[in-house]
Each structure stands twice: as C-alpha cells, then as structure tokens.
C-alpha cells in the first residue's frame, strides 16, 4: 500500500552535487517524520538525515553536516535530499525510508517502509 521510489543518483566528481528525490505513494505522507540512509559494498546501512512531519526539525550524521539538506514537499509527497560537495566517501545506494511516527529517528530499526535505492557514485 505505501510505496517509495527514489530518484536523482548518478555519477559526479568530487565537489559536484545531486538532489535526490523520494515519491512516496499513500495519502498520509505528511504524518511521518522521514529519512535517508546509505549503503556502501561491504558496509552497514548507514543513517544520513532525517526530518520531521512538517520539517521543522532535521538531523544529520556528522559527515553530512554542511553539505547536505533533507527537506520535503508534503503537498507533492516527496521527500529530497540536496547533495552538495560529494566525496569519494559518499559513494553509495541511498534509500529513503518512512518512519514509524510523525517524529525524527536516526536508527533504522525505527522505519517501517523503504524505497528501492538510487545509486551515488561520486569519482575523484
């Protein structure tokens, strides 16, 4: 019934940007807090930003600080990930994810829908 589709990735050089997009079907997209994660080969999935119901607050891992801006659009059920200064190091699948309240959360555990993932892969 709810349903994620992400889209936005692709492949830049280090310092370039990317604005990911995640539609999210369903008619009570604006009652959860939402976030994104990444996943590298090899590694855990690891938390990126998140926000909440209406996007009055937000939260980022350390390493996305000041580079990256989780914001969404509840009239068009989309949340977005603009991406800035990318790094080698941010290489990855990135997922949007649904949370299980109107809140924020940083643990994955505490998502229960999730998009299919875009690929990010910034080069040197």
């Known amino acids: 019934q709810v349903q994620l589709v992400e889209s936005g990735g692709g492949l830049t050089q280090a310092g370039g940007s990317l604005r990911l997009s995640c539609v999210v079907s369903?008619?009570?997209?604006?009652?959860?807090?939402m976030g994104w994660f990444r996943q590298a080969p090899g590694k855990e999935r690891e938390f990126v930003a998140t926000?909440?119901?209406?996007?009055?607050?937000?939260w980022y891992t350390d390493s996305a600080k000041g580079r990256f801006t989780i914001s969404r659009d509840n009239a068009k059920n989309t949340l977005y990930l603009q991406m800035n200064n990318l790094q080698p190091e941010d290489t990855a699948v990135y997922y949007c994810a649904r949370g299980r309240a109107s809140t924020f959360y940083t643990n994955y555990r505490n998502y229960d829908y999730w998009g299919q993932g875009t690929q990010v892969t910034v080069s040197s």
């Open positions: 926000i909440n119901w209406d996007g009055s607050f937000t």
């Open positions: 369903g008619r009570s997209f604006s009652d959860y807090g």
